[in-house]
């Protein structure tokens, strides 16, 4: 069941069995730090992330992501992703203040941060969850969201850990939208970013998330 909007800057609520969603629409543009605002952010991204574009093994044959990357966290904060270590870089100054930001907002503890540029609609993101054994299992999952708007799926896993009655569903999710994950969801759900092709711009997600540090 999906909560209505009330009024400009209020968050629906988006509960199923398994599955807890926030949904802030345009919630960037709200705020009032100039360097906050999605374009410089968009900009800042652009010119100042080191992007990547890493190759999977497949089938026994390398092939690389349909997207760019970058993981970016606290010391420590190593994340292993399709069998590919993710060394940490360093955060840059608006996106600590983003991360504070959240922190103060949601009242969680982040100290990391996986980027991901989707350069038209060719670029995806296969179904999955974010659940892997790095991650703080009860935390929440922030997402933000520059650029073109582009659906994100969701549907339930297999029984017996997924809820396999529940229909699937899709979010749009448009240029300054903050989207939380809550727990139990990615024990669950999964979600997906599939080909558009004919969107054209560009879209940055941003997805804070809480790591294990020894």
């Not at 398994?18 to 652009?46: F, I, M, S, Y």
């Not at 999977?56 to 970016?72: A, D, E, K, M, T």
């Not at 190593?78 to 009242?107: K, N, V």
């Not at 650029?147 to 529940?166: C, E, I, T």
């Amino acid at each position: 069941m999906v909560d209505p909007v009330l009024a400009p800057g209020s968050s629906r609520s988006i509960h199923q069995s398994g599955l807890a969603l926030r949904h802030w629409p345009h919630w960037l543009q709200q705020q009032t730090t100039a360097e906050l605002q999605p374009e410089h952010l968009l900009t800042h991204l652009r010119q100042e992330i080191p992007w990547q574009q890493p190759k999977i093994r497949v089938y026994g044959r390398l092939h690389p992501i349909p997207r760019q990357s970058c993981w970016i966290g606290d010391g420590g904060c190593q994340y292993r992703y399709s069998g590919l270590l993710q060394t940490p870089e360093p955060w840059s100054a608006p996106l600590l203040a983003l991360r504070q930001l959240l922190d103060g907002c949601l009242g969680c503890g982040f100290n990391s941060l996986l980027l991901n540029r989707y350069r038209d609609g060719l670029d995806r993101m296969g179904w999955h969850a974010d659940d892997e054994p790095e991650l703080v299992a009860d935390h929440p999952i922030a997402s933000i969201s520059l650029g073109v708007s582009r659906s994100l799926r969701f549907r339930p896993k297999p029984a017996p850990a997924g809820h396999g009655d529940a229909p699937p569903f899709s979010l749009e999710l448009a240029n300054g939208d903050l989207l939380v994950m809550d727990a139990p969801t990615q024990q669950h759900w999964l979600h997906a970013l599939p080909e558009r092709r004919r969107v054209a711009g560009e879209r940055i997600n941003l997805t804070f998330r809480r790591i294990r540090t020894s």
